[in-house]
């Protein structure tokens, strides 16, 4: 009869132990999906500033000034079009 108590006094042991270590690897994992989660939220944010500085850059007057004003182009003269026709 000791030896069955001592048994399941030691399974009873085993089996909170395990509980404990279940309940700390999810605290653990819930912490890093909370980081993880935060860093998305920060890439995200990052994602639209650079979409928005994209557009900045990309906007059409700001590549036309920049063209007239440092590369020194413009809008060609009719002397300076030259139409190439399709061969047929």
């Not at 509980?19 to 639209?48: D, I, M, P, T």
């Amino acid at each position: 009869m000791m030896r069955a108590d001592a048994v399941l006094v030691a399974l009873a042991v085993a089996s909170a132990l395990g509980v404990v270590s279940a309940q700390h690897q999810a605290r653990k994992l819930h912490a890093e999906h909370e980081r993880e989660q935060a860093r998305a939220r920060a890439l995200e944010v990052e994602w639209g500033r650079l979409q928005l500085e994209q557009s900045t850059w990309a906007a059409h007057g700001r590549i036309e000034s920049f063209a007239r004003g440092r590369l020194g182009m413009g809008a060609p003269t009719p002397g300076q079009v030259l139409v190439v026709e399709p061969q047929s």
